[in-house]
């Protein structure tokens, strides 16, 4: 399968998936990435459910899934295009939904809605 196809079912959030890898692979970035596309999509923050294993890795995908929104924000189109792209859109979808992006940390912000990520203790 090739990087983009892998990416595009993976971090699509109506596709169930199931990801094993090592550590340092990339499975926080994916689903963050997947919370960040369910978000685009229009789920509320409050019917977002992530689990994990640890408290630091709860507390990793919290922080990332913000710091990330922040970022986009602020980027350019160019680069919320390649962001979107990065997470499995095709450039034509991502051109569409760039602008889109850009207003999803205010509208999260707004909602005072939080993504729950939680472990398993």
């Given amino acids: ?5 892998f990416y595009a079912r993976a971090c699509d959030p109506c596709s169930s998936v199931v990801v094993e890898a090592c550590a340092g692979a ?9 919370i960040l596309r369910a978000l ?5 923050a409050r019917e977002i459910l992530a689990i994990t294993f640890t408290k630091k890795a709860a507390a990793e995908m919290r922080s ?3 710091e990330w929104l922040g970022d986009l924000a602020l980027a350019s189109e160019a680069q919320r ?3 979107l792209v990065d997470r499995g859109l095709g450039m034509g979808e991502a051109q569409a939904r760039a602008a889109e992006l850009s207003g999803l940390y205010e ?3 707004a909602s005072g809605e939080q993504v729950e990520v939680r472990t398993f203790h």
Avoid: I, Y
């Fill in 26 to 34: 990339g499975k926080t970035w994916m689903l963050v990435s997947r």
């Fill in 107 to 109: 509208r999260l912000l």
């Fill in 64 to 66: 990332r899934l913000m």
């Fill in 40 to 44: 685009l999509d229009g789920v509320p």
């Fill in 1 to 5: 399968v090739s990087r983009e196809a």
């Fill in 81 to 83: 295009v390649q962001a």
